[in-house]
């Protein structure tokens, strides 16, 4: 096997592992604006990487830890569709908060949907 074809993967695993980092500041791995896009796109994968984010911030949730200081509420029997149209449908609202964590606008589009009382 080549050295190359070892190595190339290795130093993807390296440069995706390490943060992001402008002016002293971590980026964000996942924006609100990459999220729409793959919310948006009409291919299986992109929607599955939405499908995943939006599951994955559900799942915390739903576990009653906060995320970025929201807490959300949902209802016993909640399906997946109603999540991810939530927050397909907060992102279509906010589309200038698109440089913000993905993280941050789904929990808000979350906590919104599903308030606690």
Do not use: N
């Not at 995706?16 to 002016?23: K, R, S």
């Amino acid at each position: 096997m080549p050295r190359t074809t070892v190595l190339a993967p290795l130093l993807l695993g390296i440069l995706l592992a390490a943060p992001a980092v402008a002016e002293g500041k971590a980026l964000p791995l996942v924006t609100a604006r990459q999220l729409a896009a793959w919310c948006d796109a009409d291919g299986a994968p992109e929607q599955s990487l939405c499908a995943g984010y939006v599951l994955g911030v559900s799942d915390v949730l739903a576990a009653d830890l906060p995320v970025h200081g929201r807490r959300a509420c949902f209802p016993v029997g909640v399906r997946s569709g109603s999540l991810i149209q939530a927050v397909r449908a907060f992102l279509a609202e906010h589309p200038r908060r698109g440089f913000e964590r993905a993280t941050e606008i789904t929990a808000e589009a979350l906590a919104k949907a599903y308030p606690c009382s």
